[in-house]
């Protein structure tokens, strides 16, 4: 497993402690965690836990929605996995408000949460929203909506 953050301000610091591997023995056990400094006020930190059986990869690179991430976060997500990279935008707006929209890479949603994979060759094969009504392909001539989703 991978985990990748987003957070350009975040350290990674591995660190040596115990676990539990089988009740009542605890063992020594490596350990990691993201850390910020200097921090005031609200903060978040934005991390994927990437699975994988074979070979593969994962970067993460914020998308700015012009808001605290406090508020709402984005991100585009690349994974390679045997040689197939795919292209995965997640959003999720944290104090989300009806008829409220971002735009995130080059989709638009008017939803709470919102996630487009795409295929390695720019085709979406899977569109995922909730606590809205749309999404769609903001920078196409010709708007495709991807998925209608209406939660209540």
Do not use: C
Not at 65 to 81: E, F
């Amino acid at each position: 497993m991978k985990i990748v953050s987003a957070d350009t301000g975040a350290s990674l610091v591995k660190e040596m402690g115990y676990d539990t591997f089988s009740w009542g023995v605890a063992e020594e056990a490596p350990y990691a965690y993201y850390m910020k400094q200097d921090v005031t006020g609200k903060e978040t930190f934005d991390t994927v836990l990437f699975p994988y059986k074979t070979e593969g990869d994962v970067s993460v690179e914020r998308i700015d929605l012009g808001v605290p991430t406090y508020d709402a976060t984005a991100m585009k997500i690349t994974s390679t996995v045997d040689g197939t990279t795919n292209n995965t935008y997640y959003m999720l707006d944290y104090d989300h408000e009806a008829g409220a929209t971002h735009t995130f890479g080059q989709y638009e949603t008017d939803a709470e949460l919102a996630l487009v994979r795409e295929n390695a060759d720019g085709t979406v094969a899977e569109a995922i929203i909730n606590g809205g009504s749309y999404i769609k392909n903001a920078s196409a001539k010709h708007h495709t909506y991807l998925q209608y989703h209406i939660s209540g």
